[in-house]
């Protein structure tokens, strides 16, 4: 079998494959031929090589390929039974009088949850606030030398612990002020989330 009549029955067993995969395939077995028959290899002694045609493409349909039309397992003249629909979602209203009591019950409950979400921030705010402080230091050291105040070492060594704990407080203050801001996205969403529940459920 030469090259001509190998590629033809190559090309005829690939053709339930899209064109575009067919066409890949079919390059990749001409650029075979051409590379071995540029090292001295006849063309039947390719063809022989690659094996049968039918089998290469059965190897490359494989997993490739399904049909498009449905299957029919006993009587083909028969079609299959439509798929059952899906059970769609039961549209269920709260009542005006349960609404009206979640709603109340949300109040109440913000009037609680929302001073300590407060303050909560106001101690991020804090940790911040001690952090630029200790950062900022040295600038309020060498106003005070500029002042004529003079230059003593004891005010050097409070400056570097200050500046210490100033990072030490930024660092925190980044993990606070996320954790914050988590929680009070997961507060709000939960509360939007308690204010419409009902209105639907599976």
């Not at 899209?18 to 990749?28: C, G, K, S, V």
């Not at 230059?151 to 925190?172: T, Y």
């Not at 203050?173 to 204010?195: D, E, H, Q, T």
Request: charged residues 20%; aromatic residues 10%; contains cysteine.
């Amino acid at each position: 079998m030469n090259k001509s009549e190998f590629l033809a029955q190559l090309h005829d067993h690939l053709s339930v494959l899209p064109p575009e995969e067919r066409n890949e395939l079919m390059e990749d077995f001409e650029a075979h031929f051409t590379f071995a028959l540029q090292n001295g290899k006849s063309e039947e002694e390719i063809a022989s090589e690659l094996g049968n045609p039918a089998e290469l493409a059965k190897e490359a349909i494989d997993g490739r390929f399904a049909p498009k039309e449905p299957v029919y397992w006993f009587n083909p003249d028969t079609p299959p039974a439509p798929p059952a629909p899906e059970n769609p979602k039961r549209a269920h209203r709260r009542s005006g009088f349960a609404t009206t009591m979640v709603y109340i019950g949300l109040i109440f409950l913000n009037m609680i949850a929302v001073p300590l979400l407060l303050s909560a921030w106001a101690v991020g705010v804090s940790v911040a606030a001690v952090a630029i402080g200790g950062l900022i230091s040295p600038l309020a050291l060498g106003l005070d030398y500029l002042a004529g105040n003079g230059f003593f070492a004891g005010k050097s060594f409070a400056v570097v612990s200050c500046v210490g704990v100033g990072i030490l407080f930024a660092l925190a203050s980044r993990y606070v002020f996320k954790l914050l801001i988590r929680i009070s996205n997961s507060y709000w969403a939960w509360n939007v989330r308690v204010g419409k529940g009902g209105e639907e459920h599976e």
